[in-house]
């Protein structure tokens, strides 16, 4: 990837100029050129990630890799939040996302093997928004430099789900409650706690026990091949009997937690899309 064509300086002037709404001085690059050039990066980078063989992390299921500048309105926004933070530093100019129905532990695989990808080690990068989740959004971010900063964001399809809606809420109700505010109005306040608790208990029980299903099924398919390999009557053949049985129980177990969990987290997830619409045409 080539090395931007201004120096950080310059950068960081764009980015002033931006923040506080007034012309760019001459010799500064345009906000039009800058995000040419993220938008070539985030497009190179999504193009490698895509490229990659998926299929001994993720079988033959489907995944969706694409990318996006941020606009100039949100980039604003991001500028005067923090304002001392320059232009240069702001890690998500270019994005990349990538979406996969996947287990937790199938996502952090993901997450290395992007990494790796790009010569980046998981630990110095990896910001996982999973277990201590950004006002409920919850998802695995790598910080890259390629030498441009990118921000690819790995997500299950639940977590993208969530995200999404969360997102729609925000363009009605306010881009502050994606940064721990609350509208004032109690029933609206009422439907963001919920939204947001939907995803930090909800769905990440949902996700924690799918993510032991994939165990579970391993050790019992070993167990059962053990059992295959021995007569009927021996000692070996009883002790394996006895784990495949005891597995196959608890398999059956969780199963029954993740339907349960997978059913109430669709019922949450459509009461909540309909309190949405009744929210958004109040608005109009």
Known sequence: MEIPPWSAKQLRKLGESIRDGVTAKPGLPSYDEVMLYYNDVAAEAQEMIAALDWTPLLDRRPF???SRPKTIDTLRQKLIRDRSTP?????DIAGVRF??????????AVANAIAGLFDHSPGSCTHDLRTQPHSGYRGVHLWLRVPARIEVQIRTHMQSSWANMYESAADVLGRDIRYGAFPAEPSLRKFVTDLQNM?????RQLESARNGLLPLESSLMTARGELARHDPGTP???FYAQRAAKQ???LDELRAIVLESENSIRAQMDSLKATFDTIREKGR
């Open 199 to 203: 995803s930090v208990e909800g769905i």
């Open 87 to 91: 232009l240069s530093n702001v890690q």
């Open 99 to 108: 979406e996969a129905e996947m287990s937790l532990d199938e996502q952090d």
């Open 248 to 250: 196959t129980r608890q």
């Open 64 to 66: 969706e890799v694409t």
């Open 236 to 238: 070996d053949y009883d």
